[in-house]
């Protein structure tokens, strides 16, 4: 009777050993699935953060890249567009030199109302002239013309007598680069320490600036400007 309670015992033991084992088996079991489930979690929702992340900085690079393409579109535009308008104005310089040369009336009569125009400009007793160098006899000749033209002006305008002396300079001459290649006057008073530029190529300027905007409608209409097409 004490053997088959023992060996009863035993059984009972062991099976409770076994339910134990399998229990802890079990818990065991779910503890990894819990822990791997948690590890897979963890890992999907860092990748998604480095793909996120990596995605707004391709879409920021992409931006950039966009617009500095527009930029340099907008530039190419621009840059060509003046390019067009300086082609324009040079080609209106060349037209104006060949056209207007020395010994043309037009240009003489031009040259006349330029001196004037500067005189009125200065409001000087006495004014230096600096001419082409070829063009020194030809300007001495109108003088007393330009002179005597100023006072009509200035009495017409102001209702009193002004007088004006002009000399040409026979020491220094109109450079290229101040405006003699296309011809016109430069006006020096006061021990030349005032001096007014009035050459052919500075009103032809000046014309150029205060038309620049019909003259860029009419190169580049804005149905062109917002197609695009140049």
Same mark, same amino acid.
């Given at each position: 009777?004490?053997? %088959?309670?023992?060996?009863?015992?035993?059984?009972?033991?062991?099976?409770?050993?076994?339910?134990?084992?399998?229990?802890?088996?079990?818990?065991?079991?779910?503890?990894?699935?819990?822990?791997?489930?948690?590890?897979?979690?963890?890992?999907?929702?860092?990748?998604?953060?480095?793909?996120?992340?990596?995605?707004?900085? *391709?879409?920021?690079?992409?931006?950039?890249?966009?617009? *500095?393409?527009?930029?340099?579109?907008?530039?190419?535009?621009?840059?060509?567009?003046?390019?067009?308008?300086?082609?324009?104005?040079?080609?209106?310089?060349?037209?104006?030199?060949?056209?207007?040369?020395?010994?043309? #009336?037009?240009?003489?009569?031009?040259?006349?109302?330029?001196?004037?125009?500067?005189?009125?400009?200065?409001?000087?007793?006495?004014? !230096?002239?600096?001419?082409? !160098?070829?063009?020194?006899?030809?300007?001495?000749?109108?003088?007393?013309?330009?002179?005597?033209?100023?006072?009509?002006?200035?009495?017409?305008?102001?209702?009193?007598?002004?007088?004006?002396?002009?000399?040409?300079?026979?020491?220094?001459?109109?450079?290229?680069?101040?405006?003699?290649?296309?011809?016109?006057?430069?006006?020096?008073?006061?021990?030349?320490?005032?001096?007014?530029?009035?050459?052919?190529?500075?009103?032809?300027?000046?014309?150029?600036?205060?038309?620049? #905007? *019909?003259?860029?409608?009419?190169?580049? #209409?804005?149905?062109?400007?917002? %197609?695009?097409?140049?």
């Amino acid at each position: 009777m004490l053997d %088959s309670d023992a060996f009863q015992l035993k059984r009972m033991m062991r099976q409770d050993a076994h339910e134990k084992a399998f229990e802890m088996q079990v818990l065991g079991q779910r503890a990894y699935e819990e822990q791997r489930d948690k590890t897979i979690a963890e890992g999907e929702r860092k990748l998604k953060r480095e793909f996120e992340s990596k995605l707004d900085d *391709q879409r920021i690079k992409q931006k950039i890249e966009v617009s *500095q393409l527009t930029n340099q579109t907008r530039l190419d535009k621009m840059k060509h567009r003046n390019e067009c308008m300086e082609n324009l104005r040079s080609s209106a310089m060349e037209r104006l030199c060949n056209d207007y040369g020395a010994g043309n #009336p037009q240009y003489l009569e031009t040259l006349k109302n330029l001196i004037v125009q500067g005189m009125i400009k200065l409001l000087e007793e006495e004014v !230096e002239l600096k001419v082409r !160098e070829d063009e020194v006899d030809v300007v001495k000749g109108m003088l007393e013309e330009c002179e005597a033209k100023y006072a009509e002006i200035m009495l017409e305008e102001t209702k009193r007598e002004y007088s004006c002396k002009l000399t040409v300079m026979e020491d220094l001459f109109l450079r290229d680069d101040e405006g003699g290649k296309s011809g016109g006057i430069l006006l020096y008073a006061h021990n030349r320490r005032i001096v007014v530029s009035n050459t052919l190529e500075d009103r032809l300027n000046l014309v150029f600036e205060g038309e620049l #905007p *019909q003259l860029r409608a009419g190169l580049f #209409p804005k149905n062109a400007r917002e %197609s695009g097409v140049q």
